[in-house]
């Protein structure tokens, strides 16, 4: 079997704060399946720490970035883990990215090449004659690793594949930190890693990396355009050819509306509705015959949910009523919380909770997810597993997966769920007035509903695209 080092910043179920996260946990197994056998090298966090088990130090650095450090490979929740345990970057209370303030950790450059230097290490030397025939390298924190090969070895080098789940994070840092962040000078160079005179290691990914893939196609594609390249649409431009987009997949086993813990177990929509009563109970709200609504997300700008603050009034008008779960940015939290202050027809907790959000999605009729952007998007998946209708701005994997109940779809019986576009509250009201609606019609929605379901939303497809891309840049001579 072929082996691959995966290398991300976090790993579900083990440490989380979005998708990257559950991608990052759900590969090893779908690539399994396709002949290739992951490793994930990941941050030695407290909670990675303490879930590990019979761990073996197999290698060891005096000075990583400031501290001593070591290499430990463990078996974990299913995972073959390579853990980077450097206590002076990773052993502190927190948020992964952010400090007590809410602020960046000054150090989260060092944190993370560290980690993508570590993923170089691996390639070149090999851990106990293991040696990765691929690297998978994720987002920013990973993305250094291929600079660093190219640094540390003249000779042969392990292909990488950076995959872009979000190139709104970019990882800068001050140009002051060339020498400790062990990079070399020549690649302080717009060709290379400079972004404005800063270190950008996004880019030197994006730059240095053999093959770079995204979570859609349609995000692939806007990631070309000034729009939504975040200042980096050139560097991708130029690396046209070697950019793919492969969808997210969800983990079935965990997303299984037929054996899910959290939730009254159901195979078909009509058996949704327990969930739906709970669900209600559960957030306080009244019960109506009006559509549910519900919102998990991250409260940030991209997730769009101001524009859907707008688009309340008219959707409780028409007998709607919504539940959200998130947390985020502060102003946003508070919006929120007055919006259910308001309105009786709306319920909002905030913070996170996984099990909730298996209740949601089990009780819910509709999943909104309005995003300016979205590169993949995992919620509108687990809605469409759920039977809970997506209504989604049409915009990267929002637009791949969800068939719009446009007339001609709605006749042919194809559609899955609503989209609008462009992305405005006008547009999002106009799309949630299409749910209420085709909710009225309650065979249509049934069928809607049954086709949700039946829509593949696991990882077969896409980690056979992957498999075929690994492929490709491991025959290369
Ligand atoms: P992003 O990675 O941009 O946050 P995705 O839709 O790709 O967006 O993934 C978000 C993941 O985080 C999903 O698994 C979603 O269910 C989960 N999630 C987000 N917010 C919460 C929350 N407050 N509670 C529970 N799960 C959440």
């Known amino acids: 079997m072929k082996q691959a080092l995966s290398v991300a910043s ?13 991608v990052a946990g759900a590969l090893p197994g779908a690539m399994e399946e396709q002949g290739w056998h992951l490793r994930t090298l990941l941050p030695g966090y407290p909670t990675v720490m303490s879930a590990l088990k019979k761990a073996k130090e197999v290698r060891t650095e005096d000075d990583l970035m400031g501290g001593p450090a070591r290499l430990l490979a463990a078996k974990a929740s299913g995972l073959d883990l390579l853990v980077l345990d450097a206590p002076h970057l990773f052993e502190r209370r927190g948020a992964l990215y952010l400090g007590a303030d809410g ?37 920013w924190q990973a993305a250094l690793a291929p600079l660093y090969q190219r640094e540390m070895s003249d000779g042969k080098r392990v292909p990488s594949l950076l995959t872009v789940h979000n190139i709104a994070f970019h990882g800068m840092a001050s140009v002051t930190k060339l020498k400790d962040l062990r990079l070399p ?28 893939s995204t979570v859609s196609p349609t995000y692939a594609r806007e990631l070309l355009r000034p729009e939504f390249g975040m200042g980096l649409d050139g ?18 086993t965990i997303w299984n509306p037929a054996a899910d813990p959290q939730i009254v177990a159901f195979t ?34 991209q997730k769009g949910l101001d524009l859907l603050l707008e688009a309340l009034p008219a959707f409780i008008e028409r007998g709607g009523q919504l539940a959200l779960l998130g947390s985020g940015e502060p102003e946003l939290e508070a919006a929120w919380r007055a919006a259910a202050e308001a309105m009786p027809q709306v319920a909002v907790r905030i913070g996170y909770n996984e099990a909730l959000s298996h209740r949601m999605m089990a009780g ?8 300016r952007f979205e590169p ?30 446009n007339e001609a779809a709605l006749l042919a019986d194809v559609a899955t769920g609503f989209q609008f576009f462009p992305i405005t509250a006008d547009e999002l009201i106009g799309a949630m007035m299409r749910l209420c609606d085709a909710y009225e019609d309650r065979p249509g929605w049934e069928r809607m509903q049954r086709r949700a379901m039946a829509h593949p939303v696991g990882w077969s497809t896409s980690a056979a695209h992957y498999a075929a891309l690994y492929e490709s840049l491991t025959s290369q001579p």
């Open 185 to 212: 000078q020549w690649g302080f160079h717009p060709d290379a890693f400079e972004y404005y005179g800063q270190i950008n290691a996004l880019k030197a990914g994006l730059v240095f990396a053999d093959k770079l």
């Open 268 to 301: 078909t929509p009509d058996k949704k509705a327990k969930n739906r009563a709970h669900l209600i109970e559960e957030f306080g709200l009244t019960p109506s015959d009006g559509p549910l609504a519900i919102v998990v997300s991250r409260l940030t700008e």
């Open 235 to 252: 560097v991708l431009r130029n690396r046209r050819a070697d950019l793919v987009g492969i969808l997210n997949g969800i983990d079935e």
């Open 10 to 22: 976090e790993c579900a179920p083990l440490v989380k704060t979005g998708g990257l996260a559950d």
């Open 364 to 371: 819910g009729d509709a999943v909104i997810v309005p995003s």
């Open 376 to 405: 993949c998007g995992l919620t509108q998946l687990y809605g469409l597993r759920y039977g809970t209708i997506p209504v989604v701005a049409m915009t990267g994997g929002l637009a791949d997966t969800v068939i719009r109940a």
């Open 103 to 139: 602020k960046d950790w000054p150090d989260n450059p060092e944190r993370y090449a560290a980690l993508s230097w570590m993923a170089a290490a691996i390639a070149v030397d090999g851990v106990e004659g293991w040696q990765p025939d691929l690297l998978h390298l994720h987002d």
